[in-house]
């Protein structure tokens, strides 16, 4: 089986984005887990004599304060309470399964504090963390957006995944820590 690699963030930092760009059409096995209202998006990451990997995209689907299943890409944290806890539980979820854990965050946005809660939490789990800024879409502004997320105690890779930016930088990453 391949290496599994998870990309772990908060809401709307981009991780579908950059899920879809690496995984191209390589994609899209849903796991229902059962028993656990929450689908998590696999695939696999191919390309010609590098190593292969599995992609998993955890954000996606969280509870709403009825118990129901919504998409928190669609809604937004705002209207989701407890939107902090299903990251946690994604982000936990990863821990156990994925050999390398990439923590996604958004340069534009800025650091929030559960960015900060979730690099401890990841750095914790002893596997190999890495901190991708993505939304950096032009590299003029690239150390200014990067610059606060050192104190993550992570080195950033800056990234567009919506433009494409660097996708390979992070790749070669992720493929080193494999
Ligand atoms: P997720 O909730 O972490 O899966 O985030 P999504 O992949 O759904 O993206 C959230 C929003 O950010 C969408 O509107 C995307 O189009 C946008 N987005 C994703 N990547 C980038 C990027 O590199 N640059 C910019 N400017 N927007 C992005
Ligand atoms: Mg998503």
Not at 31 to 50: A, I, L, Q, S, W
Not at 160 to 177: F, K, P, Q, T, V
């Amino acid at each position: 089986t391949l290496p599994l690699v998870a990309l772990i963030g908060r809401p709307n930092v981009g991780k579908s984005t950059m899920f879809n760009r690496m995984v191209g059409r390589n994609r899209a096995i849903t796991h229902d887990r059962p028993g656990v209202t929450r689908d998590r998006m696999y695939g696999e990451v191919r390309r010609k004599g590098e190593r292969d990997f599995g992609l998993v995209d955890t954000g996606g689907f969280a509870l709403d304060d009825a118990g129901e299943s919504v998409r928190w890409d669609a809604k937004g944290p705002e209207g989701l309470k407890g939107f902090e806890a299903e990251v946690y539980e994604q982000a936990r979820i990863a821990l156990d399964e994925a050999d390398v854990l990439v923590l996604v965050v958004d340069g534009r946005e800025g650091m929030s504090p559960l960015d900060a809660r979730l690099a401890d939490h990841l750095r914790g789990s002893g596997k190999p963390v890495l901190l991708a800024v993505n939304k950096v879409d032009g590299e003029e502004r690239e150390s200014e957006l990067t610059a606060e997320f050192y104190a993550l105690g992570l080195e950033p890779i800056a990234v567009s995944a919506a433009h494409g930016m660097n996708m390979n930088g992070l790749l070669d990453a992720i493929r080193e820590r494999l």
